[in-house]
């Protein structure tokens, strides 16, 4: 194998936890400490990267992934349960009845659905809702 080939294997890997993990290319960016388009450009390899900086890209996802450090609050393990499912906001909102914003609301931590919402959303997040702990920090403003 290349170096090239190298390289973007270990990045697929990347982008397969991201996505599986819910981790989103702004705060893998945050964590590393560049902006958000350099972190999509080398995730994506579309620009050209070390194999050492692509190492240090995965063992800083695989950090993010253990630590559960991009979870922290419902809203947030509620968008990583749904990007994990691979569906976008519309898509959900859609299934569920409800626009895109109100479950963008929820996922900013600005409201919580009411608790049948909530079952539709576990069941359609399938084994990622497993991870969704409703007992997480309160919210300021008052459930939908």
């Known amino acids: 194998m290349t170096q090239h080939a190298d390289i973007a294997t270990v990045l697929t890997r990347v982008r397969e936890d991201m996505n599986r ?3 989103t290319v702004s705060f893998l960016a945050a964590q590393l400490g560049v902006s958000r388009q350099y972190a999509w450009q080398a995730v994506h390899y579309r620009s050209p990267i070390s194999m050492e900086r692509a190492r240090e890209i995965a063992v800083v996802v695989d950090r993010i992934i253990t630590q559960r ?3 922290r609050s419902f809203g947030e393990q509620l968008r990583a349960a749904r990007i994990a499912s691979g569906m976008t ?3 959900v909102a859609g ?3 409800y626009s895109w914003v109100g479950v ?3 996922e ?3 409201c919580r659905p009411k608790p049948g919402v909530l079952w539709h ?3 359609l997040y399938g084994d990622s809702s497993r991870s969704i702990h409703p007992g997480t920090p309160p919210l300021a403003a008052n459930a939908e």
């Open 21 to 23: 993990s819910g981790i």
């Open 69 to 71: 450090s991009h979870i």
């Open 89 to 91: 906001l519309k898509e």
């Open 95 to 97: 299934l569920i009845g």
């Open 104 to 106: 963008e609301r929820w």
């Open 108 to 110: 900013k931590d600005i």
């Open 121 to 123: 959303l576990f069941t």
